[in-house]
């Protein structure tokens, strides 16, 4: 008797055709999901900051401290060495210019000083002794020339009388020619003593010059002595305060070694630190303001120390008009330095995502809120409540600005 074969509903060659299908199927689903967006993570929307793209005036402007100083500090150093003899004022001592500090002695530089004084001394003698014989030496060329012109004009009388009596034949020519070598020898030592007693005179002024140099030159060694003599009293060179002073008395002190310094206190300045990171966007003329108690101050950039210690570089503010009571020093003032006026920018709130981003990409919502993808940005200004973007995003746009620390490297999320 014939028996029915029943037909098997899961052939072996069905299961193998429908688990390709959905291996392929599955394939190209994830072919699409990576295509579309990458990795993606579910993120609490309560625990992200969502904040929105605004347009509005941007001011570039930072938070800086600072500390209140006097405007000027001038160090007070050793210009000779010695020996602390006596200190005549104490720390704080509120100082007039060219007061006395300390006293210095200096056996040595006294027995320079001594020594010096002595050779001023032989200077001026020889001087006067060389003068004394020029002196000399002139008078007794101007008698040589009075001596030959008196007897010069003696002899042009006989020559002259020889003359008229040889021409009448009442004389020899012998007697005549003897009175006219006479005459012509005496007029010739004339010129000749005319000569000596020029150059006599040249000489005595080339000298007189030579020893005016010399002795002025003593002069001069002698008072650079003195000075140096009187910088063994320290004084004050400004007006001031003594703020330290480092020198007690029996203590020994080298040439150029710091005793101390005095604090100009006339007017007060503001030295500043601030991050390398703006160190191409500070120079002077920029301006600031700080407020202490119900008083808003104004500062202005007075000096930029361009060497960086620590990540940091340092800036001298001072006040604009005069300095303000309430200002004291040792002060530290939150300055809020500006770095450019009011302009319109494209602005979002300053967030966590900076230190993820360094400013170059942003989580973006999507039109629905419900996704966030990343967005290339670029990033101009900033202040303590906005950044300036220049590229990536327009207003109205909503963007992730809470840290990113957790969302690793997810090209999106998905807000729940």
């Not at 793209?53 to 000027?72: H, L, S």
């Not at 020898?185 to 000596?196: D, F, H, N, R």
């Not at 620390?405 to 999320?413: A, P, R, Y």
Request: proline share 3%.
């Amino acid at each position: 008797m014939d028996r029915a074969i029943e037909q098997k509903t899961w052939t072996r060659k069905k299961i193998l055709t429908i688990a390709g299908i959905v291996a392929l199927a599955a394939l190209i689903a994830g072919s699409i999901y990576y295509a579309s967006g990458g990795s993606r993570l579910n993120v609490d929307k309560e625990r992200i900051t969502i904040s929105e793209v605004t347009e509005g005036q941007f001011k570039n402007y930072i938070p800086v401290n600072g500390v209140v100083m006097p405007i000027a500090t001038i160090y007070l150093d050793a210009m000779e060495g010695g020996r602390v003899e006596e200190r005549y004022v104490e720390d704080g001592a509120m100082m007039k210019k060219g007061e006395p500090i300390l006293r210095l002695s200096n056996p040595d530089l006294m027995m320079s000083l001594v020594e010096q004084q002595n050779n001023v001394y032989n200077t001026l003698m020889q001087v006067q002794i060389a003068q004394n014989g020029a002196r000399q030496t002139s008078v007794s060329n101007l008698n040589q020339l009075a001596d030959v012109q008196s007897t010069l004009q003696e002899a042009k009388r006989v020559y002259e009388l020889d003359k008229k009596l040889y021409s009448q034949k009442a004389i020899g020519s012998q007697e005549y020619e003897q009175a006219k070598i006479s005459y012509d020898y005496l007029v010739k030592k004339l010129e000749l003593q005319k000569t000596l007693l020029q150059q006599d005179s040249v000489d005595k002024v080339q000298q007189l010059s030579q020893q005016n140099k010399l002795y002025s030159g003593a002069n001069k060694a002698f008072s650079l002595m003195q000075q140096k003599v009187g910088d063994l009293i320290v004084r004050a060179p400004v007006d001031g305060q003594l703020t330290s002073l480092d020198a007690e008395v029996g203590q020994n002190k080298n040439k150029g070694e710091r005793l101390g310094q005095i604090d100009v206190i006339s007017d007060y300045k503001v030295r500043v630190d601030v991050d390398e990171h703006y160190i191409n966007n500070v120079f002077p003329g920029l301006t600031g303001t700080a407020v202490v108690g119900n008083d808003t101050l104004h500062l202005s950039v007075k000096k930029v120390y361009p060497s960086v210690a620590n990540g940091r570089f340092q800036v001298d503010m001072s006040f604009d008009g005069k300095t303000p009571k309430v200002i004291h020093r040792g002060q530290s003032l939150q300055i809020m330095l500006t770095l450019s006026d009011d302009r319109k920018a494209l602005l979002v709130p300053r967030g966590g995502f900076f230190q993820k981003t360094g400013g170059n990409w942003i989580y973006k919502l999507s039109k629905d809120g419900s996704t966030a993808f990343k967005v290339d940005i670029q990033i101009g200004g900033q202040n303590p409540d906005y950044y300036e973007v220049l590229k990536g995003l327009q207003p109205g746009d909503k963007v992730v600005t809470s840290s990113y620390d957790n969302f690793g490297d997810n090209e999106t999320l998905v807000i729940n």
